[in-house]
């Protein structure tokens, strides 16, 4: 028995060792292998994290990484196809350690982006990727910093309402515009109310959904030029910014949202915002270009319906905001700054004519390079093309434009405002705050 | 250590001494026999150390890589401003820990932490007590009883928020499909989503969580009370209540008072299914100080102030753990 035990602890002293061993080796081999990848002059491998990770999407990924490597010998891409979520916390986590970051990944933009500038985890691809940069310049700006372009933007989608035309219809709405002004807006709520039918659903148990409705508010109220100083200085007392609160503050007192919505979820499940939309109760919901994929989603047929338009978020009499200009977001390339150069010219490969188109016509997202705005297979998602390129600006989510730690204050004050336990000022105040906090 | 000055005094007295008496002891033993048998009192004593050491080396490996390393690091990121990209360099001294006390949200945060003890004791105490009461006599259909009661804690935690995440839902879910079914009123914002309402349906769900541990415990505590003690009572015409008031319950007193100290360290460091059912909203009515440090931390990349959060979590969870060992169980000391 005795030596049973005995040989038992030294199983267990020797398993110890050899997993500390072992876990000391491993790191000293992926460093190695770090090394050997950016000194070898010859072959390279490039590792590309990306969230399409199902379906068509991930056989065409791997497609255009195998095209590559076609194109370019002695190149070889690692894919790492991985769930969103578990993408960004993989990112979060390397982004924290500074290392093993991978050569291109997606990025956000806006603040997110500037602290992994400031950190010197991105590469600048201002001269590298020159020809590219120049095709999507439009959509440039929200991943510059400094004059510098750190990431290329491969889709840019814009936030809007979508709506339920079936039961737009079974209220009176028959004219429905594409970009209403605030009375026609509340005559929309009217008549579905009237028609016993929940106007709008959103998601303000997540925060973001909610605060959506302030961020178009300040994009109808604010010159962008505005907004752009205010995130520069972080002074924002122009008036603008309360008038954005109380545009809010007027939706929410007409009272259109789903029962329990400071409860509800963003988009998981039946029950979500998106749930409500899908099993058409509610009317409409503003969300980004991701809605029809997750409509289609939460279906039984797990088919994007035939009901589903969309229309812009309303303009406001007197408003100082470009009418044109839209609120939105996307994602695009980074490359890290260890990266080989191969992996600049897989970026730019990316977001290349061929690559876009094809990314279009699988509808994985809103393309930015206009070679391949027109090859989108699905209508409803085409629609918001001319909507988005419609000559005016489209401002970045603002959460993800003011880093995440301006960006979750303000989120938490819009949410307050949604509970009627804040008002316009105390939505400016937390950003101030946030903004002074962070030095 | 006696058997290893025993050692060093015989082969010291040997080197020092050319006397022929100097190979035999005082006992008339050779010499030889005690220096032998040191020898392997000291083996063993190796060897005995050498298990231990195999034994406790993985455990204490763990630990210091799951609680000490990361205890350290909490506290050195309490200090410094970081978002969590590149290295901690912006030092900041107390400013973090001066943020969060002075925070609206962490103080809320604290006070529900709070509610949620005391109410979890005040609730709990007396409904487990009485149905542990109920459960300890002969009755039809005792076990399943305890099976049922018991079910919800075995349940992982996020399974059970789901759950009642769903029951809960407004309108569309059970509890209000119920309610409206017999003509009442549901809340126009739900169970979980009026300020209100919140974290008095985080308490009921919490409750019908933890019941099933409170009734256990107090049933294992039951068994030690000596049947002699109920028969004594039953000759002296005692009553059912006064044989619980003056025998079951205060022998029960250990049992409870760890009951008590695990319901409240518990509530203190509440997370998981406040997280599924609420995240802390709305308005941060169910916010716990778990809740606001993830929230500072992998939401917001205040890592400064999280770590901050969490020493300052730590503390007074330290302090109230003293405090309770110090006025409450230490009256069972010497119980067992």
Not at chain 1, 168 to 174: N, T
Not at chain 2, 50 to 75: C, D, G, H, K, S
Not at chain 2, 223 to 228: I, K, L, T
Not at chain 2, 246 to 260: A, E, F, K, S
Request: hydrophobic share 45%.
């Amino acid at each position: 028995m005795t030596r049973t035990m005995r040989r038992a602890g030294a199983v267990a002293m020797g398993a110890t060792i050899a997993l500390l061993a072992t876990a000391c080796a491993g790191q000293g081999t992926a460093d190695q292998d770090t090394e050997e990848t950016a000194s070898a002059g010859g072959d390279v491998t490039i590792e590309w994290w990306h969230n399409s990770n199902t379906g068509e999407g991930k056989e065409y990924y791997d497609q255009v990484a195998a095209d590559f490597e076609a194109d370019n010998p002695g190149v070889t891409v690692q894919v790492e196809a991985m769930q969103h979520e578990d993408m960004v916390t993989k990112l979060q986590a390397a982004m924290q350690a500074g290392t093993d970051v991978p050569d291109v990944f997606m990025s956000r933009g806006g603040g997110e982006l500037q602290n992994d500038v400031d950190a010197g985890l991105l590469r600048d691809l201002t001269t590298d990727a020159s020809d590219t940069i120049e095709k999507i310049s439009s959509f440039a700006g929200q991943y510059t910093v400094d004059d510098k372009v750190y990431a290329l933007p491969f889709s840019m989608g814009i936030v809007g309402f979508w709506y339920n035309k079936d039961l737009f219809e079974q209220a009176g709405i028959s004219d429905v515009s594409q970009s209403p002004t605030v009375e026609e807006f509340d005559g929309y709520l009217d008549k579905l109310e009237a028609a016993g039918i929940d106007p709008i659903s959103v998601g303000a148990g997540d925060k973001w959904p909610a605060a959506h409705y302030w961020y178009y508010g300040v994009v109808r109220e604010c010159a962008f030029d505005t907004v752009e100083a205010a995130i520069e200085s972080g002074d924002y007392s122009d008036e603008c910014f309360i008038k954005a609160g109380e545009d809010v503050e007027n939706i929410i007192a007409a009272e259109p949202f789903n029962p329990g919505f400071l409860g509800t979820a963003a988009q998981s499940g039946p029950t979500s915002a998106s749930g409500l939309l899908a099993s058409e109760r509610v009317g409409m919901e503003l969300a980004g270009h991701w809605e029809p994929g997750v409509v289609g989603g939460l279906r039984e047929d797990q088919k994007v319906p035939d009901w589903l338009g969309w229309f812009a978020f309303p303009t406001f009499d007197g408003q100082a905001g470009n009418p044109s200009d839209q609120m939105g977001g996307g994602d695009a390339w980074a490359v890290s700054q260890d990266a080989p150069d191969a992996a600049v010219d897989f970026a730019a490969y990316l977001l290349s004519d061929e690559v876009q188109t094809g990314f279009a016509e699988l509808d994985m997202g809103l393309p930015t390079n206009p070679a391949a705005t027109g090859s989108l297979s699905n209508e409803t998602l085409a629609q918001l093309i001319p909507v988005r390129d419609g000559g005016g600006e489209t401002q970045l989510y603002l959460d993800t434009r003011l880093g995440q730690s301006v960006g979750s204050a303000m989120n938490d004050a819009i949410a307050l405002m949604f509970a009627g336990e804040a008002g316009p000022q105390d939505v400016v105040d937390a950003i101030e705050e946030a903004a002074a906090a962070q030095g | 250590m006696a058997d290893d000055a025993a050692v060093t005094t015989a082969s010291e007295s040997s080197a020092t001494s050319s006397r022929p008496a100097a190979g035999t002891t005082r006992t008339g033993r050779p010499a030889a026999g005690r220096p032998a048998g040191g020898r392997q009192t000291n083996d063993k004593n190796l060897r005995k150390r050498l298990e231990i050491a195999f034994f406790v080396t993985p455990a204490l490996a763990m630990l210091v890589l799951f609680v000490v390393w990361p205890v350290i690091t909490a506290v050195q990121m309490s200090v410094y401003r970081w978002n969590g990209r590149g290295p901690m360099v912006d030092f900041v001294g107390l400013a973090n820990y001066v943020s969060v006390l002075t925070d609206d949200v962490f103080v809320g945060s604290l006070v529900n932490n709070l509610v949620i003890v005391v109410a979890s004791i005040a609730i709990q105490l007396p409904l487990g007590l009485a149905i542990a009461l109920l459960l300890n006599r002969k009755m039809w259909g005792q076990g399943m009883l305890r099976t049922i009661i018991f079910v919800p804690y075995v349940l992982a935690e996020v399974v059970a928020g789901v759950i009642w995440f769903q029951l809960l839902q407004p309108y569309y879910g059970v509890l209000d499909t119920l309610l409206q079914a017999v003509g009442l009123e549901p809340p126009p914002q739900g169970w979980l989503g009026d300020p209100d309402l919140a974290l008095w349906t985080v308490l009921v769900i919490l409750t019908w969580k933890y019941l099933g541990l409170a009734v256990i415990l107090f049933l294992a505590g039951l068994q030690g009370v000596p049947d002699e003690l109920y028969e004594a009572a039953q000759l002296d015409g005692a009553s059912w209540w006064q044989v619980q008031r003056r025998i079951t319950i205060p022998l029960l007193g250990p049992t409870i008072r760890t009951w008590g100290f695990l319901s409240m360290i518990g509530s203190l460091q509440l997370f998981d299914m406040v997280w599924i059912l609420t995240k802390g909203g709305p308005a941060n009515a169910t916010s716990t100080m778990a809740i606001f440090l993830v929230n500072e931390g992998t939401r917001s990349n205040n890592f400064g102030i999280a770590g901050a959060a969490s020493v300052v979590l730590f503390g007074i969870a330290l302090v109230m753990a003293v405090l309770y060992q110090r006025l409450i169980l230490n009256r069972d000391k010497g119980v067992a």
